[in-house]
């Protein structure tokens, strides 16, 4: 199993950007998905964005347009720019790895993505 961990969150105000990190490391894989999900106080983990090997992306309807999945040349770093940001972004942000099946299998620790003013 591959081991996930994110980075570059932190604290922001309203209209700010941040750049999250997620290194992929272990044995030499190739997977069918990475993605970002997050999870806001009192509420349950949701899908964020997804990126295929190929390079094809999906993005949930709230962050269109404002957040930007992207990943290294190796393909074992995935990237998540966020622009534009608001208070309900607001959440720990987790990577996750779909490496068996298109089933994610393998996810982060998290790291905390905080938009106040």
């Known amino acids: 199993q591959v081991q996930l961990v994110e980075s570059g969150g932190g604290l922001v105000h309203p209209g700010g950007s941040l750049r999250l990190s997620c290194a992929a490391s272990?044995?030499?894989?190739?997977?069918?998905?990475m993605g970002w999900f997050r999870q806001a106080p009192g509420k349950e983990r949701e899908f964020v964005t997804q990126?295929?090997?190929?390079?094809?992306?999906t993005y949930a309807e709230s962050v269109k347009a404002r957040f930007t999945i992207s990943r290294d040349s190796e393909q074992n770093t995935v990237y998540l720019q966020m622009n534009s940001l608001k208070p309900e972004d607001t959440a720990v942000y987790y990577c996750?790895?779909?490496?068996?099946?298109?089933?994610?299998?393998?996810w982060g620790q998290g790291t905390q993505v905080t938009v106040s003013s």
């Open positions: 996750a790895a779909a490496t068996r099946s298109p089933i994610y299998d393998s």
């Open positions: 990126i295929t090997w190929s390079g094809g992306s």
């Open positions: 272990g044995r030499t894989f190739r997977w069918y998905y």
